[in-house]
């Protein structure tokens, strides 16, 4: 007796992420980069329990940032907006994240976000100038028209290691999506 079951199947689009929480952290080591001052850098930030997924840099205008996730489970996926710089002992390693809300020009409503990285070896000054130039050519080439930017910040975080390895991060985690449903 072979059955056919009906079932009902339910259609959803891509997931939107909602809340979000701004870390960084530098870490060192005499090892290695990725299982040395890489997962130093996640552990100082304190996302080190999860699996980092990075993304693009833009924001859906449902995103709002948290002041920090109350519980993160060990192995859980941690999908982020992340600047990453990895370098040697006695070289600057310096991250650094802008990101800035667009709201139409005409009825003021939040559209969304833009976010740019620096990932590298600059002095902060330099790179605030830098990140500011960055998201200011994205603004200009596609959004200008229909929407104003405001509300930017930045997150820098720069060191130079004393050990083989260093590793500085600035990462966006987000912790909770909306999930559309089309049918």
């Known amino acids: 007796m072979n059955k056919e079951l009906k079932t009902e199947s339910l259609i959803i689009g891509n997931r939107v992420p909602k809340d979000f929480f ?10 290695t980069v990725h299982a040395g001052s890489y997962h130093l850098a996640l552990k100082d930030a304190g996302i080190e329990r999860c699996n980092i997924m990075v993304y693009s840099s833009i ?13 993160l ?33 005409k009825t003021k409503e939040k559209y969304g976000g833009l976010v740019c990285e620096y990932n590298g070896n600059g002095e902060e000054e330099k790179i605030k100038k830098e990140l500011q130039a960055s998201l200011n050519e994205l603004y200009s080439n596609g959004y200008s ?39």
């Not at 130079?160 to 089309?182: A, D, Q, R």
Request: net charge positive.
């Open 145 to 183: 028209e229909k929407f104003e930017l405001k509300n930017t910040k930045i997150i820098i975080k720069s060191f130079i290691p004393e050990k083989k390895y260093g590793t500085v991060i600035v990462s966006i985690c987000f912790v909770n999506y909306e999930i559309p449903i089309l049918n």
């Open 59 to 71: 924001l859906p205008a449902i995103a709002n940032q948290i002041e920090r996730s109350p519980q």
């Open 22 to 31: 701004v870390v960084s952290g530098i870490g060192q080591s005499d090892i």
């Open 73 to 105: 489970v060990h192995g859980s996926v941690m999908e982020t907006i992340m600047a990453c710089a990895n370098s040697e002992k006695g070289q600057r390693a310096t991250a650094g994240i802008i990101f800035g809300w667009l709201y139409n020009k």
